[in-house]
């Protein structure tokens, strides 16, 4: 049978005996030196001196300091429960008769955790309710405090900024997530309407809500089956008539667009359908049915449930204020945005990093300024790795491209006296820098935030490459596009004609840097899926394989796929 203690006021001695014991238990668990046995064995002891001292109490006032011991020695390895029960002299917010609508609250959103595709096993809501009901004493529910309390903060944790630690998993996830301190959550919890807090904890921004309603969309494809067969063409072009055409047609009618019937000529109608699905996915938007369209096309509904998925994850990693102007980087989507008061103001194509070993890293910052008509130093790794083996080959090779080189003094060097057979990559000992110029590899303009990774955008002369559909083939930094546009996008909110102040230093012909009075927060992202506020589901390419690695380690810490019925 449940048991339900009321915890009345309890004399001033028992008062002091709680202290005691949490006093003892924080000088004992901070020894850590001693082993957890032994630990575990003065703890023990130190509440069963407190139990035998504490004879006075009778009753209900018995049945209160076995409930505080209780909960003293649970809590006793984690510092932010002691410290925030002893503050409320070890008085409980989950197991007594007063608190049914918190226990109730969190059970519901428990059972509801697989809605945010959350690992529910923490904090299973058929166990949370088991326990409740089989409490046999006052030992056992301070016991059961605790635990609800340690679950409660994981699934508050969970569901706010996220189940993983990227930057632990992967050095290209430099993502600090917005931990919240476990202490103050549970203060603002004992005050607040429990079920408003619980509904206050997920992000609140509108991308994680129509992410959550095409998770429950693709749940139900994959109940009903999923899409069908796949296209067993490699491209398929207006005019043609054959079978694999009324496999797409039922594939993209399956997919949620238009219904459009089993013909098997591809007509008008159906190259404005694959049009729009090329617009959803990133690709140039022809109409015709090349090898890329079918590829995505037929990407399993369970393959994008997945995408859906790590972009709940991502979102909840990005849980905090992102500026009210800030600058967004989608490297996998190859564009850069601008975002003021919620809205797009600017976006561009941008080249990120090649898929190989210069991937863009994922992180946040401080855009601070711009400089124009830059000077290109060139990293001594691309210096050993790329442009020595040129020279080796021909050493005008840097003359041509109107590169300086210079010694350890600074001393600029004639780049084509040396004999290169004498360099490896191990002791090529000079520096390489490019002058402003239109050939410079930074193009005209380069968007600076100083950081470790010592990535930033650019312009470019190199314009070909944003004409392509998947476009990673930089050294890791951003290159942009429209650098121009965005220059005056950036310089609008300080300057009455950003176009004129832009364009005067640009033809001054000399390196110059222009401040930005307010910095700008930026944040390098790498969001797979995502859908538009007109209700469009987005997918691209996981073109640097981390969704698959991130929906692995969420799927190890016991994040499950659900297909829906009906």
Known sequence: ???????????????????????????????????????????????????????????????????????????????????????????????????????????????KSGDHALPRGYYDAQELKKSFQQISSAKALGYLEVQTTQKFLLYAQHIQSGILEPRKLDRELDIVTPRKDRQ?????????????FIRALPPQHPDYARLMKEKVRLEKVLGQGGWG?????????????????????????AMGYKRLGMSNEFDEDLQKTVALFQADHGLNED?????????????????????????????????????????????????????????????????????????????????????????????????????????????????????????????????????YSRYSAKNFPFDLKQPPSTRNALGLVKFMFPNRHNIYLHDTPTKNLFTRDLRAYSHGCVRVQKPFEFAYALLSPQSSNPKKEFQDVLAAGEEAQVDLVKPVPIHLAYHTAWVTPQGRSNFRKDTYGRDKKVFSWLQKSGVVLRAVQG
Not at 9 to 37: Q, T
Not at 239 to 245: D, E, I, L
Request: one cysteine or more.
């Open 229 to 253: 067969p796949k296209i067993g063409r490699k491209s398929l072009k207006p005019g043609q008539k054959s079978k694999h055409v009324a496999v797409m047609r039922a594939r993209l009618t």
């Open 184 to 196: 103050k959550i549970l203060e603002a919890f004992a005050k607040s309407n429990p079920r408003a």
């Open 1 to 111: 049978m449940r048991m339900d203690f009321g915890l009345p006021e309890i004399p001033c001695m028992v008062s002091v005996i709680a202290e005691f014991l949490y006093c003892g238990v924080k000088m004992v668990s901070s020894k850590h030196r001693i082993s957890f046995e032994k630990r575990q064995f003065l703890v023990g002891s130190l509440a069963l001196g407190l139990t035998l001292t504490t004879g006075l109490a009778t009753g209900a006032s018995a049945q209160s300091v076995a409930f505080k011991q209780a909960v003293a020695v649970a809590a006793a390895k984690d510092k932010d429960v002691l410290e925030f029960y002893k503050a409320r002299d070890f008085l409980p917010i989950w197991t007594s008769t007063t608190d049914t609508d918190r226990r109730r609250a969190f059970i519901e959103a428990a059972a």
């Open 287 to 419: 109409g015709v049915a090349g090898s890329a369209t079918i590829d995505a096309m037929n990407v399993s509904a369970q393959k994008r449930l997945e995408q859906v998925i790590v972009g709940l994850e991502r979102q909840r990693w990005l849980n905090k204020p992102r500026g009210k102007r800030h600058i967004f980087v989608n490297q996998a989507d190859f564009r850069v945005f601008i975002v003021d008061d919620g809205r797009v103001t600017f976006n561009s194509r941008v080249v990120v990093g090649k898929e190989t070993r210069f991937r863009t890293p994922e992180f946040s910052h401080e855009m601070t300024h711009m400089v124009i008509n830059p000077t290109w130093h060139i990293p001594k790794s691309i210096a050993r790795n790329e442009y020595l083996p040129m020279l080796k080959k021909n050493r005008n090779a840097l003359a041509r491209l109107g590169f300086n080189m210079f010694d350890a003094t600074g001393r600029q060097i004639d780049s084509t006296k040396l004999d």
